[in-house]
Structures are given as structure tokens and as C-alpha cells.
């Protein structure tokens, strides 16, 4: 039998928790983000077996490992897990297609779900557990969100009718797509309150920031009930595992071929999550971190630099991130789970807004990891280059980075290695950048999809802030729900 798996602090300041503690508050007490006391790990015969199941199967397999049998008993996670991809509009949930330009570069397509985007993934199990286990305890959270695009519309469907929970996702006003907004915003439920908020000059960081401060506080924390699903959230990214191991058994002929994986990375959610299937027994070749313009990741990997600079707009807004949250966690395994290191580091950046990595850890991090940054120019040349060839297919502007990032860098893997590119949304969110990329070609069906067709002709229910005076909203707002429900 597996050890049990408890939840600890990447501070290191947190005693150990349940799944279902660290799952619930989001953020651990001490401000730190919640990592397992330890990982599972499967052998090469256990992974020949799993190699031929099914996504929901596969899926139970892996989170079976992390999630005791008394917080959620197995009947019960099969049920969950199951739910969570019913709205998935292909059969094989993930499908694995070739590169036109490369047969050598698979893309992995995440995006089938309810919102033609890979957050749909981890968010529609997470939000159905959060609901779950708090229906059990007789208890009611505030979901507090920010969202550069995609993040927003997947946990705003996620939480329609779950009565045990209201989602209230954050959006930089004006630097997201229309049909991004509108899949939060054309949504008639209750407990879903979108908000637009202006002036974020840092666009997602200066809401990140803000959420930080309503969770910093314990009193008002517990006050209103709040909680995160942002990839701080540790379901996310151990949800975001599996599609490595799926994405992998589907490319291999055996256990053991060099598969490496390319991922469009602004948060660093997507990609921590591979290192953690790696980590786990999956014999990845190793990964690539793709980014745009902005090159907090590639400084890092690069040269040790850790550093916040002014965000710059780009056509694949949902990476615009100059804060990768998630790379903390990444930090702290790199680290040796040396909690003291990372409060130390977190401090420092805090304060002066950069660190330098020690060659210990920069060799650490640079452990199968390259990085890469992708200009505009670049993601518009290959989603044009994907589309004109004899095989025509159009990627989104975040997938194009991804795959622009592994064409790039192949020639740095040993021969024979595939390359599986992760593809985060649909081509049809991006109908402005899709038409830029083709010059004024008719645009294929594959740029069309029904239900953004639909939320064009629809309603909006939108709340819009100024962002100076947001904090101080979210809190009367909630305050003022919560006094009229127990009223």
C-alpha cells in the first residue's frame, strides 16, 4: 500500500495538511503554495499497463494516488473524474494530431472542452471537487480569480450550478479577446460575477496582486469564505499532469522512446505540471518553455536572473505573465524542499522585484529543461506556415509559440526525438489574430466554432472597476452578498 500523501508549504512555515485543506483554501497560510510531502511513483511495468487506458481511466489512476480513499472514496473520484469531461466535444478527449510541417512534432490538442481551452482540463474536475467536498462539510466559498484569458471563461463554466461555491473572475479590461470576455460574461448564472477592471498596466499581475492581498489576510480570508482556482491551486496542476502521461503513450511505440514536450508557459502551471509527471516515472526526454515577448522563464533558464519586468502586450495575451507564480513550486523541489530558501527568495523578490539562482539550482532547473522566446512576427509566420502546407492546420497564437518553440530547438535533442506541442486553445477565440496570420485568406471551419457564434448575439453580465479601487469592492460586495443570504 502507498504512503498517504499530506500537503505542506512551500514557505515551509505550514503544517502538513489533507487533500482536501490545501485543495479548499488554495493559498496555504502562510503564503506559500501547497506541494505534496511526497510524489507516487510508477515503474516501467506500471506504465506499460497504463499505456492503453482511457483519459477518465488514466486520470483515476494518477489522482487515486494523491487523494485518500476517506476524503473522497473511489466510487465516488471515478463519478467526479467522469462528470469532468462530459462536455469534451471529441472522443478521445485529447487528440493526438501530426504537424504539417514536421512529422517529428505532434500536437496534443487540450482544447475540446466547454471553453476550447486546455483550462477546461483541470478546471471542471477542480471546481466539481471543491463542490463536492464542501456540500459535505455544509460550507459556501468565494472563488477569487485573475485571468489573462482563459483561466476566467473555463472556472466561470465550471461553476455553473454548483451550489457551494460563487466564481468571481478577474479580467484586465481591454487586453483580452472579445470571445474570451464574452464566455464569462454571456453566462446567465447566479453565482457566476465576472469583472472587468481597468488601468492594469501589468494586466494579469496587477489582479494576481491584488488577490494576494485578500488572501494575505486570515480574518477577512475566513470572513468570506475565499478561496483561489488559479493554478496556485494545487488540483490544477496535479490534475495537468495526466495529459503528459496520455500525451506520451499515445506518441511511443514502447515505454522508454525520447518524447520530449513543448509548452506555451506564462504561469508556469502547465509546465511545472510536466516536471511533476516526470518526476513521477514518466521518461520524458525533457521539456521545452516557450514563451513570448515576455521573458521572465527564459531570463531564468537562461542565466539565473529571476526578474520582473514591465509587461508587454502580445498576440498570445493568455502567456502574457511577468510573475510565474507557479515557478515558485518549481524553485522549491529544485531546491531540495528547503522551505527557508524559498521564504527567503520570495522576500527578496517581493522587495526588490528580482533574484539571482545559485549554480546549484540554476543547474537544478536546467536539469532537461530549454527555453526559448518566440517573437509575434514568429508566432504569425508559423500559424501561417502550419496552414499553408499540403496538410493544412491552424494553430492558435499560443499553440504557434509552442510549436515555433519546437522547431527551433530540435536540433538540440538527440536524433530520433519527437516532440509533442502542447495545443492550449482553439484558433476560433482568436479571430483577429487568426485573419492577421493568413493575410486576408478566408479563414478554414476549423476558425469557427458555434458556441463563440452564440455568445456574439447574447447578453453580458459584467461588473467593471477601476483597479485602484477593486480590493475594496470585492470585499463590499461580498460582504453585502453574504449579509443577504443569511438575512
Not at 27 to 53: K, N, Q, R, W
Not at 231 to 259: E, K, L, T
Not at 292 to 310: C, I, M, P, V, Y
Not at 343 to 372: C, P
Amino acid at each position: 500500500m502507498s504512503q498517504r500523501i499530506r500537503f505542506t508549504s512551500t514557505r515551509g512555515q505550514t503544517p502538513p495538511v489533507e487533500f482536501d485543506e490545501a485543495v479548499l483554501k488554495g493559498f496555504a497560510p502562510d503564503g506559500g503554495l501547497f506541494v505534496p510531502d511526497h510524489l507516487p511513483h510508477f515503474i516501467p511495468d506500471e506504465l506499460t499497463d497504463m499505456a492503453g487506458l482511457s483519459y477518465p481511466d488514466l486520470a483515476f489512476t494518477i489522482l487515486s494516488r494523491f487523494i485518500a480513499p476517506d476524503i473522497i472514496p473511489g466510487r465516488d473520484l471515478k463519478k467526479l473524474i467522469r462528470g469532468s469531461f462530459e462536455g469534451f466535444d471529441h472522443p478521445d478527449i485529447l487528440p493526438l494530431v501530426a504537424c504539417p510541417v514536421d512529422p517529428s512534432v505532434l500536437i496534443l490538442e487540450l482544447f475540446h472542452g466547454p471553453t476550447l481551452s486546455f483550462k477546461d482540463i483541470a478546471m471542471g474536475f477542480l471546481i466539481r471537487v471543491m463542490d463536492y467536498l464542501l456540500r459535505k462539510k455544509g460550507e459556501h466559498l468565494n472563488l477569487v480569480l485573475a485571468t489573462t484569458g482563459d483561466t476566467g471563461p473555463a472556472a466561470a463554466h465550471a461553476s455553473v450550478g454548483r451550489p457551494a461555491v460563487d466564481c468571481w473572475p478577474l479580467f484586465p479590461l481591454g487586453m483580452i479577446t472579445e470571445e474570451q470576455e464574452r464566455q464569462m460574461t454571456c453566462l446567465d448564472a447566479p453565482n457566476v460575477h465576472p469583472v472587468g477592471v481597468e488601468n492594469c498596466p501589468d494586466g494579469g499581475d496587477d489582479l494576481d496582486r491584488v488577490v494576494l492581498n485578500l488572501f494575505s489576510d486570515p480574518d477577512l480570508k475566513k470572513e468570506l469564505g475565499l478561496s483561489s482556482v488559479n493554478s496556485i491551486n494545487w488540483c490544477r496542476v496535479m490534475v495537468q499532469s495526466i495529459h503528459y502521461f496520455y500525451g506520451y503513450f499515445r506518441a511511443c511505440d514502447r515505454i522508454g522512446d525520447p518524447i520530449a514536450f513543448s509548452v506555451p508557459s506564462g504561469a508556469f502551471g502547465n509546465l511545472f505540471a510536466g516536471y511533476l509527471a516526470r518526476e513521477m516515472g514518466l521518461p520524458a526526454s525533457g521539456f521545452i518553455c516557450a514563451v513570448n515577448a515576455n521573458q521572465t522563464l527564459f531570463r531564468a533558464f537562461s542565466s539565473g536572473l529571476f526578474k520582473k519586468e514591465d509587461l508587454i502586450p502580445t498576440l498570445s495575451s493568455a502567456i502574457d505573465i511577468v510573475v510565474p507564480y507557479n515557478f515558485w513550486r518549481f524553485l522549491y523541489f529544485a531546491a531540495g524542499r528547503d522551505g527557508q530558501t524559498i521564504r527567503d527568495w520570495m522576500d527578496r523578490f517581493h522587495e526588490t522585484h528580482e533574484i539571482q539562482l545559485d549554480a546549484e539550482t540554476l543547474a537544478a532547473i536546467r536539469n532537461g529543461f530549454k527555453a526559448v522566446s518566440i517573437s509575434d512576427v514568429r508566432t504569425l509566420e508559423t500559424m501561417r506556415r502550419c496552414f499553408s502546407g499540403p496538410a493544412p492546420y491552424l494553430p492558435d497564437p499560443h499553440t504557434a509559440v509552442s510549436l515555433a518553440g519546437a522547431l527551433t530547438l530540435k536540433p538540440d535533442f538527440p536524433a530520433g526525438t519527437r516532440i509533442i506541442c502542447l495545443a492550449t486553445a482553439h484558433p476560433a477565440k482568436f479571430p483577429r489574430i487568426t485573419a492577421q496570420a493568413l493575410e486576408g485568406e478566408l479563414p478554414p471551419p476549423s476558425a469557427v466554432h458555434p458556441s463563440l457564434t452564440r455568445n456574439a448575439k447574447t447578453f453580458r453580465h459584467l461588473r467593471i472597476c477601476r483597479l485602484e479601487d477593486l480590493e475594496t469592492e470585492l470585499i463590499r460586495v461580498m460582504r453585502d452578498k453574504k449579509g443577504a443570504t443569511h438575512g
